[in-house]
């Protein structure tokens, strides 16, 4: 091959999903989303129980979840997916076998970063390449050097070459493929993905490619990258350059389309870089130890703040507040509009934490260090807080030695990266492992009344022996459906099929109607649930009994100024954490939303009269702001959205029956532009 790099593109197979996962994951950004949570579809963890772990070759970072499967990567650049469930191995591939085909040389080729998720494909960098992988199969799609296009990197007259500093007018000595800049530069800037593309910075350009092929799309030459990644908010893409040499710092705004820049803003030179993230239509970045905020449109700076310590990691955001970690033993909560403290969290020194946010509950991971057998090891901390009392949910040790890194969740499942394993912690409703747990399974709140005080948590876990999973074939059963438009009309709608056990979908199917009574085979049982959708309208779900013969929908049209009623949305009694069973209505509306860009809502949480107004407003306000933001996280963009609380205000039933309570707590979405 002459010593350049070859690229190997393979043709991506058709892969059938498996019917049962929950709704497509794409993780396109550090910590899965931009509010930088590290969990995509608010499933909060119940407990500290051990689902499973699983051991790797080393050291292991970085998991992601995405449609069932868990992604991590170890510093022997071993790259794993495994079953969510169960944790069985599903493939594993080696990137130092990968990157030798286009690096014959087998050089090191660094740590590997990130990984991330667009569809059914896998991305990952190391210093030099980028890599897209079926995520299924572990299959390489394609793989190209992570600087430039190859005519840039060998060509020895290059304008890309000619800034190497070992070049020289006519040496002909000087071989690009093994002085090349290739080796000089490397990916300092971690990758995100946004519309089909991936953006990341190197030390002397900043780079678009489309995630298809890898196919450079444009590149901006002022932007230096030593460290963090970029951030996005359409239609920007935000980035920090470094100039060591000339010791300047500046955050700039560059268009997401042409990479032109639209403007920059001087910066103090931090002491560790860190990434600007967008939230309301503002950035935010920790310098030192401060806070910085600018505008989104011009970069002029809004305030700043100062700490007291330096900021250690990047702001996450939740329930309308900042958090950080500062002095590598602090958690922050501070006012986004003006960076005003709220509250902290001291979790010792030299704790060095990380966290997940899932509505007002961080889940901390630290290491501390302990003394074994005369020797001093680390050992990781997974400890559930809920930041507006400062109350300890739940915490977990595990058992073996290991630094903790950072976790991610995924429905009602934390997993922690700690020394060489992966731990799956937090059961919910699925079989018990190590200890059982007290959840009671309702999925779509079927008792009368919602209490107003918060269940009282049970202290004391029984052990619970792990019942297997057995394989069930679905006694199915004949109906018939009907679905109309407003004005009664039989239209033609996609139909998604599904049924629960215990917090796990046990049977889903997708079917197309195009007549009334249409005959359908459902599971014969109670408590079916079926979702229709069709163009222009807004999905509905409805729950079925095993006695019902034939069933009618009835979608309303997408509007400008309709209020609709979404039924079967459920959260948690007397909390605005989402259950599981809610999220596949929320999925039909996010694909509407994004077949119909123009399309613009207010999403209304309303609450029966039971208890105090001011509580019942703020619970409605926090259910609206976990819809808006389960479906930002899932690709729509914030300023289609606006959260809206109306607590007991606007009842549409009787608040002296139950059943009219019931209606009264409902999720209605107001059409506000289209």
Same mark, same amino acid.
């Given at each position: 091959?002459?010593?350049k ?8 197979c058709?892969?059938t999903c ?5 709704a ?10 931009i509010?930088y ?5 608010e ?5 500290n129980?051990?689902k499973?772990l699983?051991q ?42 990968v ?9 090191s080729?660094g ?6 998720v ?11 390449v980028?890599? /897209? #992988? %079926?995520?299924? =199969?572990g @299959?390489?799609? &394609?793989?190209r050097?992570g600087?430039r296009? $190859?005519?840039?990197?060998?060509d020895?007259?290059s304008e890309?070459?000619r800034?190497t500093?070992?070049w ?6 000087w ?31 900043f780079?678009?490619?489309e ?5 450079l799309?444009?590149d901006?030459?002022s932007?230096q990258s030593?460290s963090g990644?970029?951030s ?16 300047t710092?500046?955050?700039m /705004? #560059? %268009?997401?389309? =042409?990479? @032109?820049?639209? &403007? ?6 931090p $002491?560790r870089?860190?990434s ?13 130890s401060?806070l910085?905020?600018f505008s989104l ?5 809004l305030?700043t703040k100062?700490?007291g310590?330096?900021?250690?990691s ?7 507040e900042i958090l950080?970690t500062?002095?590598n033993?602090r ?8 960076g005003?403290?709220?509250g ?10 990380y ?9 901390i ?5 302990k ?11 997974l400890?559930a807080?809920?930041f507006?009392?400062?109350e300890t ?7 073996f ?12 499942i934390m ?14 409703y699925?079989?018990r492992v ?9 999925p779509?709140n079927?008792?009368?009344?919602e209490p107003?005080?918060?269940p ?11 019942k297997?999973?057995?394989?069930e ?12 438009g ?9 139909l ?13 199917d ?12 459902v599971?014969?049982e ?9 163009d222009g309208?807004?999905?509905r779900?409805?729950i ?8 009618s929908?009835?979608?309303d049209?997408?509007e ?7 039924e079967?949305i459920?959260?948690e009694i ?5 259950k ?11 694909e509407a939303m994004k077949k119909?860009e ?5 999403v209304?949480g309303h609450?029966?009269s039971?208890?105090t107004?001011a509580?019942?407003?703020k619970?409605?306000e ?6 808006v ?9 914030p300023e289609?959205?606006?959260a809206k609380?109306f607590?007991?205000?606007?009842p ?6 139950a ?6 707590r409902r999720?209605?979405?107001?059409i506000?532009?289209k």
């Amino acid at each position: 091959m002459n010593g350049k790099i070859c690229f190997a593109v393979v043709l991506l197979c058709a892969v059938t999903c498996d019917s049962m996962l929950l709704a497509a994951g794409d993780w396109p950004i550090y910590k899965g989303n931009i509010y930088y949570t590290g969990n995509n579809d608010e499933i909060t963890v119940k407990n500290n129980n051990l689902k499973w772990l699983y051991q790797a070759s080393d050291m292991v970072y970085n998991p992601i979840i995405s449609d069932g499967l868990v992604f991590f990567v170890d510093l022997k650049k071993n790259v794993y997916c495994l079953d969510e469930d169960s944790g069985k191995l599903k493939w594993r591939i080696n990137l130092h076998e990968v990157s030798a085909r286009f690096f014959p040389a087998a050089r090191s080729a660094g740590k590997v970063k990130y990984p991330l998720v667009q569809g059914d494909r896998l991305f990952l960098t190391d210093n030099f390449v980028v890599y /897209c #992988l %079926d995520k299924r =199969s572990g @299959r390489v799609i &394609w793989a190209r050097t992570g600087m430039r296009d $190859e005519k840039d990197l060998f060509d020895r007259n290059s304008e890309y070459n000619r800034k190497t500093p070992s070049w020289r007018q006519g040496a002909d000595n000087w071989d690009p493929t093994k002085h090349s800049t290739t080796l000089v530069d490397g990916i300092y800037s971690d990758p995100v993905i946004r519309n089909d593309t991936l953006y990341y910075g190197t030390r002397r350009v900043f780079i678009a490619r489309e995630t298809e092929n890898g196919h450079l799309k444009w590149d901006n030459k002022s932007v230096q990258s030593y460290s963090g990644y970029p951030s996005f908010y359409d239609p920007y893409v935000f980035t920090q350059s470094m100039d060591y040499s000339s010791k300047t710092c500046t955050l700039m /705004c #560059l %268009d997401a389309v =042409s990479g @032109r820049t639209v &403007w920059t803003r001087a910066l103090p030179v931090p $002491e560790r870089i860190f990434s600007p993230v967008v939230y309301r239509g503002r950035v935010y970045l920790p310098i030192g130890s401060s806070l910085y905020c600018f505008s989104l449109s011009y970069g002029s700076i809004l305030w700043t703040k100062d700490y007291g310590e330096t900021v250690t990691s990047n702001p996450s955001f939740t329930e309308r507040e900042i958090l950080f970690t500062a002095g590598n033993r602090r958690l922050y909560l501070v006012d986004p509009d003006s960076g005003t403290l709220s509250g902290s969290i001291d979790l010792g020194e030299r704790s060095s934490p990380y966290f997940v946010t899932i509505r007002d509950q961080i889940y901390i991971a630290g290491t501390v260090k302990k003394r074994v057998g005369g020797r001093e090891l680390s050992y990781a901390f997974l400890r559930a807080v809920r930041f507006s009392n400062r109350e300890t949910l739940w915490e977990f040790t595990p058992p073996f030695p290991g630094g903790a890194y950072q976790p991610a969740a995924s429905g009602g499942i934390m997993f922690l990266p700690a020394g060489n394993y992966l731990y799956a912690v937090g059961t919910d409703y699925y079989p018990r492992v190590v200890e059982g747990g007290d959840a009671v399974y309702d999925p779509y709140n079927s008792a009368e009344d919602e209490p107003r005080n918060p269940p009282e948590r049970k202290k004391d876990i029984t052990p619970e022996k792990k019942k297997e999973d057995a394989p069930e074939r679905k006694t199915m059963r004949k109906m018939k459906i009907t679905v109309n438009g407003e004005e009664g009309t039989p239209i033609a709608a996609r139909l998604e099929i599904r049924k629960w056990d215990e917090g796990k979908p046990v049977y889903s199917d997708r079917i197309t109607v195009t007549r009334p009574d249409q005959e359908i085979s459902v599971p014969d049982e109670d408590d079916v649930e079926i979702t229709a959708d069709a163009d222009g309208y807004l999905p509905r779900k409805e729950i079925i009994s095993r006695s019902d013969a034939e069933a009618s929908l009835k979608l309303d049209r997408i509007e400008k100024g309709k209020e609709i009623v979404v039924e079967n949305i459920h959260f948690e009694i007397n909390e605005a954490y989402l259950k599981k069973e809610s999220l596949n209505i929320l999925d039909r509306i996010i694909e509407a939303m994004k077949k119909n860009e123009k399309v613009k809502m207010e999403v209304r949480g309303h609450t029966d009269s039971t208890g105090t107004r001011a509580y019942n407003m703020k619970l409605s306000e926090r259910r609206a702001d976990a819809v808006v933001e389960y479906m930002v996280k899932h690709g729509i963009h914030p300023e289609r959205l606006v959260a809206k609380g109306f607590g007991p205000d606007r009842p549409i039933a009787d608040n002296a029956t139950a059943q009219g309570r019931r209606k009264n707590r409902r999720t209605e979405f107001y059409i506000l532009d289209k």
